[in-house]
Structures are given as structure tokens and as C-alpha cells.
């Protein structure tokens, strides 16, 4: 049973860090991607990060490319996401998810649908 499970997230100032990871089990690592998506009320789900474990490929959104760095624990099974410079629009709730690589026909702010599997998300909120 594939299993994720995100932590990390809390309170932030602008301009301040998080970190968030996701812990995974439950599938063969190297053979899936693992995304990182967010969910602020009243708007859709978006895409923000992800990387392939086999061979760390990795895709940012626009809004976050050179903010956020995400990395593949392959010792831990464990994917974070490290958030700088964080801002009120990055207010959300953030979800991790994994899909089989070799089923992702989109790598790209597109591929939300493709994802399968989901954790239960945490939220990030960055206010002053």
C-alpha cells in the first residue's frame, strides 16, 4: 500500500523558510516521481515541484522556480521541499503525490491529474 505523509509545514513571516518532507513507503523509489502541490481556498489545485527519483529530474512552477529547491532522500524514502523567500501568496495547504514514472506523459505545471497517490497534506501559512 503506497503510504505518504507530509510534515514540516506552520507559520512564517514574508521573506522567512520552511521545510517540508514527505515521507514514503509502500512502492519501489526509484521507479516513481514524487510532486509537491498546494491548494489555497478557493482556487484549484496547482503544481509547484517535482522530481523523478530514478534519475532526479526535476520541474518547478514559475511562481516558485529559484525560491524552492525540492530533493530526493533516497536513504530515507523521503522527498523535501525547501521554501525561501516565502510570500503571502504561497498561503496554502501542500500536498505531496506519486505517480509511476514511466506513466507521466506531462512533466509540467499540467500534470496534477496524473498523480495518483496523495498524502494528507499540511498547511503553510506566511503572513506578517
Known amino acids: 500500500e503506497v503510504q505518504l505523509v507530509e510534515s514540516g509545514g506552520g507559520f512564517v513571516h514574508p521573506g522567512g523558510s520552511l521545510r517540508l518532507s514527505c515521507a514514503a513507503s509502500?512502492?519501489?523509489?526509484?521507479?516513481?516521481?514524487i510532486g509537491w502541490f498546494r491548494q489555497a481556498p478557493g482556487k484549484e489545485r496547482e503544481a509547484v515541484a517535482c522530481?523523478?527519483?530514478?534519475?532526479?529530474?526535476?520541474w518547478y512552477s514559475a511562481s516558485v522556480k529559484g525560491r524552492f529547491t525540492i530533493s530526493s532522500d533516497n536513504t530515507r524514502d523521503t522527498v523535501h521541499l525547501q521554501m525561501s523567500s516565502l510570500r503571502p501568496e504561497d498561503t496554502a495547504v501542500y500536498y505531496c503525490?506519486?505517480?509511476?514514472?514511466?506513466?507521466?506523459?506531462?512533466?509540467?505545471?499540467?500534470?496534477?491529474?496524473?498523480?495518483?497517490?496523495w498524502g494528507q497534506g499540511t498547511q503553510v501559512t506566511v503572513s506578517s
Open positions: 503525490a506519486a505517480a509511476p514514472w514511466e506513466t507521466l506523459v506531462v512533466f509540467g505545471a499540467t500534470m496534477t491529474g496524473q498523480f495518483g497517490y
Open positions: 509502500g512502492f519501489t523509489w526509484d521507479d516513481y516521481a
Open positions: 522530481i523523478s527519483n530514478g534519475d532526479s529530474s526535476r
